[in-house]
């Protein structure tokens, strides 16, 4: 019995999940995950879009109703659980185990498409070393007639009004960079620089997160912090130039009509959930890694404060340099305003190829742009190699086994993305970003969460859980949050997103053919259908009667940690043999 009892000991110390070595690693690891590319290439455009400053009272409308309460709910239940996206749902409501595991799989599809944006960011970042912006000029042999140089400042205002011409940093996008097909049909060769630059940044997120959470947490001190220095350069220079002002008022000049439009409440939610990183597990694995009396109330207030902070400051960065563009092209704003990639690859780019010293701004705008969306990227990774690894501990924490898999795990997503550094690759991109990653999926799991825990689970239970392991009360707002606002709003534009869909394009011109749709609407679905999927396998599966079932399968399992002084010693797992051995010794 004594060897039975020093071999289970043993795995016991194989199974060590490890903490955060101080809070500031993980505020620093929430940040660099929260504050990604969104919150420069898209929230300025939305705020612009959608009313300026107007479209701020649905976007506050949704951090308070939304945002703020799954992102306390979230770092509770990892904090409480000590468990990653999957197994944590064990503890609490077995029955919505298929959110975590729908969760997942959304991750998944976007550490497939995000670190490519990373690719095209580092290709440029390689280019802005050169002597002349290539994306500055019409004299390369992948421009065309029609190719505008916006630095021969004689030349523009006649060349602009051509209704068939393009600029040369658009031309340098899509015929050097990605040398684009004419549609997802035809796939075309492998650009090899766009490749080699793919297999750098994995090389990278392998690297930071190779140790797990201890790597990790070293590596954010930098990836989270110098964005911002990089964007307060930015800012000041922008502000600086001529123009910058009309940009700032175009920015957030408000338009209090817009506030009717449904489709500005619709864009304002999809952002706040895509921007905060809720529904989706990620923030349930980051607070798993703190001890059981962290304050986590009081980090999510300041990490939320500091994510919408970031992009109101992020527009000011981006639309001062827009407003200067179009100043310097004579032509309205709204003609030189871009979202996501056509902003950080086309927009910004010829901006700041106008400017003197243009390779100086360059570089750091996509070192920034690296920045922010690195930390987001391996973040994302650990976030499924610890839930992956939660799910089979004694198998997965033996030493050596997590660096092998994540070797795995990376080399896997590597070659499944291949399709995305071909000719018809941004066709592929588009599709899986539109349909796998955004949108209805990620609603549909933050519903069903909120109501998975604000219900079955109970707001009142997960109140009295933050005052255990903070010892402050939370604001009985938030669980009017949970149990009504939350659920309400979310559902809302559940069905607005589905009644308002409206068909994937690109470039506004090109339409996918019926298969593609069919693909991405298989995408959405596999997510969406893990929930109820899980849900009916396991009242299928278990014993006694329906009720039984039902009410077995949302009671949460009994807490198996034991608290001394305030740390945490971890019993995952542990079975009836393991617990005598501890109390034997």
Known sequence: MNEKCAAKHKRAQVEERGHWASKVEFLLAVAGNVVGLGNVWRFPYLCYKNGGGAFLVPYLVFVVTCAVPLFLLETTVGQYTQQGGVTCWRKMCPLMEGIGYGGQLIILYSCVTYILILAWALLYLVFSFSSQLPWASCDNYWNTDRCIDFSEQNKTSARTNQTNSTSAATEF????????????????????????????????????????????GKVVYFTATFPYIMLILLLIRGLSLPGALQGVMFYLLPEPSRLTDPQVWMEAGAQILFSFSVGVGSLIVLGSYNTSNNNCYKDCLWLCLLNSATSIVAGF???????????????????????????????????VAMMPLPQLW????????????LDTQFVAMEVVMTSIIDMFPTVMRKPGRRERFLLLFCITCFFSQLVMVTEAGMYVFQLLDYFACNGACILFLCLFETLALGWLFGAERLYGIIKDMTGVHANPFFKICWLYLTPLVLLGSFICSVVKYQPLTFNRWYVYPAWAYVLGWALTLSSILLVPGWALYKLGTGTGTFRQRFHHLCQPAPDCSLTQNGEETELQHIGEEDLHCLTSS
């Open 173 to 216: 996008w899509e015929r050097r960079v990605l040398a684009i097909s004419g549609g997802i049909e035809e796939t075309g060769s492998i650009r090899r620089d766009l490749m080699l630059c793919l297999i750098v940044m994995w090389i990278i997120c392998y690297f930071c997160i190779w140790k797990g959470v201890k790597s990790t």
């Open 362 to 373: 360059s570089i750091c705008f996509f070192v920034m742009l690296i920045l922010l969306g």
């Open 317 to 351: 960065a981006v639309f001062s340099v827009l407003g200067f563009m179009a100043h310097e092209q004579g032509v309205p704003i709204a003609e030189v305003a871009e979202s996501g990639p056509g902003l950080a690859f086309i927009a910004y780019p010829q901006a």
